[in-house]
């Protein structure tokens, strides 16, 4: 009882720990949340006033590319000193004007990759082709082609801008206090960053649905909108120590309760162990004890044989005192290791039940059905016999005044199979198995000794098999005996 309650209390406070750091961790990854989603928030405020920013930029840029329209517009009659103001003015927005063949004839605030050029190849095309370039005609039948590209300080917010949002998805990931992160654009079709997972199993899309799927249904995702990349959606769920600590304590009671059968069998294994020791001893004792008995008894008949006029149950004495002998060897054998000869079965099974029938009563009808010829198997005959006499004594009892015992022999090819069969009082099935255990009788008077023993010899000496195969109560039991060929 005093163990039952440790186990208890221990169970209790280990469930009441794991619990405790399960809320602990759930709490700290929704705070890790909600500094997110404020983060976020400030990530989208920067992104607006970099918007306002870049509106300008690209005010400028439209007003700088009107400008020069005017300007190279010959017909234009308009004062065009306030538009070679703004050309002039331009200290940021790249320019480059080509003639037809697209060599180069001027530059202005150029990047520094695009400095030395002297053709506008197709590389310089591509960074230029959001605007499309103003033709000019000098005259002379000569063509000319200005194109010009978003501001330098323009295209640098935006490189500033961009590295912001990496640098935000790179802290949530590494933020994340251990909880696994997913960070996925607005349709769920691009993974943007993750954090916390296998970098190996995220490369298949099974690992990947499976992971957002378990998020989904802990924690509802957060959105995030970046002006450049569109929404994105931070998906997250309780970190693995978590999950790994709600089968902590169901771990500790299959540990417990694997150390309570183990400890239960080796109890189990010493009293059996103890209770053999016991059983041999007494067995072997009785063997000694019977001895001295028997010699003397051996004695006596020769001095009765040696008379002029033999005594008539001399030879009856003899026959008693030879069984008494079997029987002494029989007790010396159990507790030693058995010596398993090669026999005829048919035999040992035939005289066994000759000597039985003659030993009851004539209202006890015997039918023994054994096969013709040699059935060679390995034996200890004296203690096989021992096994048939009990079962045979069993069966009288059970059936009382009369009744018939049937025994028959089967064989196959891997196994030899004895049924012993009475017409007695039956065995109800719960008590199918109790019937072996020591100490087991129906029987007013006796040990319950005879059928343990019987399986002892059976199973643990031969290496077979004893069971009842079948009973009725009020018609009667069938023993089967299973021996290895």
Do not use: C
């Not at 500094?35 to 300008?56: L, R």
């Not at 978003?150 to 801008?161: D, G, P």
């Not at 002029?308 to 069984?323: A, C, L, N, S, Y």
């Amino acid at each position: 009882m005093v163990a039952l309650l440790i186990v208890g209390a221990s169970l209790w406070y280990t469930n009441f720990l794991v619990k405790s750091i399960a809320e602990q961790e759930t709490n700290q990854v929704k705070m890790w949340a909600a500094a997110m989603e404020q983060h976020a928030g400030m990530m989208k405020s920067t992104e607006e006033f970099f918007g306002k920013v870049s509106e300008q930029e690209q005010m400028r840029v439209d007003l700088l590319a009107h400008a020069y329209r005017q300007v190279l517009d010959f017909s234009n009659n308009e004062n065009t000193a306030i538009y070679l103001e703004i050309i002039k003015n331009n200290i940021s927005i790249p320019l480059v004007i080509t003639d037809d063949a697209g060599n180069i004839m001027f530059s202005n605030n150029l990047p520094d990759d695009q400095k030395e050029k002297k053709t506008f190849d197709a590389e310089m095309r591509k960074a230029y082709s959001k605007f499309k370039p103003i033709k000019i005609n000098p005259g002379f039948g000569q063509i000319q082609w200005l194109y010009y590209n978003e501001s330098l300080i323009y295209t640098e917010l935006k490189a500033v801008l961009e590295g912001m949002i990496d640098h935000f998805l790179e802290e949530i990931t590494l933020n994340a206090v251990g909880a696994p992160v997913i960070i996925t654009n607005a349709d769920g079709t691009k993974i943007l960053s993750y954090g916390n997972l296998d970098s190996v199993q995220m490369t298949h899309a099974d690992y990947v649905e499976h992971q957002l799927e378990v998020m989904r249904s802990e924690n509802t995702p957060l959105e995030i909108d970046f002006m450049n990349t569109g929404k994105a959606y931070i998906y997250y769920r309780t970190t693995d120590l978590v999950e790994q600590m709600k089968y902590f304590p169901l771990i500790q009671i299959i540990v417990i309760a694997l150390y309570l059968i183990i400890a239960y069998l080796l109890f189990s294994w010493a009293r059996r162990s103890e209770q053999n020791q016991v059983w041999a001893g007494m067995a072997k004792e009785t063997a000694h004890q019977l001895g001295t008995p028997i010699s003397s008894l051996m004695g006596w008949v020769e001095l009765l044989r040696m008379q002029e006029e033999p005594f008539v149950g001399t030879e009856e004495m003899q026959k008693d005192i030879e069984r008494l002998q079997v029987v002494t060897d029989r007790f010396s054998k159990i507790g030693s290791v058995p010596v398993l000869e090669p026999t005829d079965l048919i035999p040992v099974i035939q005289d066994t039940m000759d000597y039985l029938q003659k030993r009851f009563s004539k209202k006890f009808e015997f039918d023994v059905r054994l096969p013709e010829g040699p059935l060679v198997v390995p034996l200890v005959s004296s203690l096989f016999r021992w096994v048939l006499e009990n079962l045979t004594k069993n069966a009288v009892d059970a059936m009382g005044d009369h009744g018939k015992i049937t025994l028959e022999l089967t064989e196959t090819p891997e196994e030899v199979i004895i049924d012993l069969s009475d017409t007695g009082k039956g065995i109800p099935k719960k008590m199918f198995k109790q019937v072996f255990n020591p100490g087991y009788t129906s029987k007013k008077r006796g040990w319950g000794l005879g059928l343990s023993l019987a399986k002892r010899i059976i199973e643990e000496y031969h290496k077979g098999k004893i069971f009842v195969k079948s009973s009725v109560v009020g018609q009667g039991t069938t023993f089967r005996i299973m021996l290895k060929r």
